[in-house]
């Protein structure tokens, strides 16, 4: 069973950064996930802002691109999503997600994930 434990939400200012991180424990091969990261507003369905595969290829919703940087450090298993340049509208809870490698790594936005952390909450506000 994986567990996904994320941190490093918290009160920003607009314009402001944030570096969210995801450890991971229970991998059976530790580097053999796609991970993700994925946001929801109040009162708005949950959508993917990044994903990297196990071999490092990425992919950015639009809302966060040019303004995101998602990583991955398989010895510490984890995995960050660097945010910069933060807006109001990026207020929500930011959730980790893995999956085992998808044949189509990260290019479908929609292809599900398996396992969640339980979010971390990101507010920008002034």
């Known amino acids: 069973q994986l567990t996904l434990v994320e941190s490093g939400g918290g009160l920003v200012q607009p314009g402001g950064s944030l570096r969210l991180s995801c450890a991971a424990s229970?991998?059976?091969?530790?580097?053999?996930?796609?991970m993700g990261w994925f946001r929801q507003a109040p009162g708005k369905e949950r959508v993917r802002m990044s994903c990297?595969?196990?071999?490092?290829?990425?992919s950015y919703n639009v809302a966060v691109a040019g303004r995101a940087t998602i990583s991955r450090d398989n010895a510490k298993k984890t995995v960050y999503l660097q945010m910069n340049n933060l807006k109001p509208e990026d207020t929500a809870v930011y959730y980790c997600?893995?999956?085992?490698?998808?044949?189509?790594?990260?290019?479908?936005?929609?292809?599900?994930?398996?396992?969640w952390g339980q979010g971390t909450q990101v507010t920008v506000s002034s």
């Open positions: 990297i595969t196990s071999r490092h290829s990425t």
């Open positions: 229970g991998f059976t091969q530790n580097d053999d996930y796609d």
């Open positions: 997600a893995a999956r085992p490698r998808s044949l189509a790594g990260c290019t479908n936005p929609h292809t599900p994930f398996t396992f």
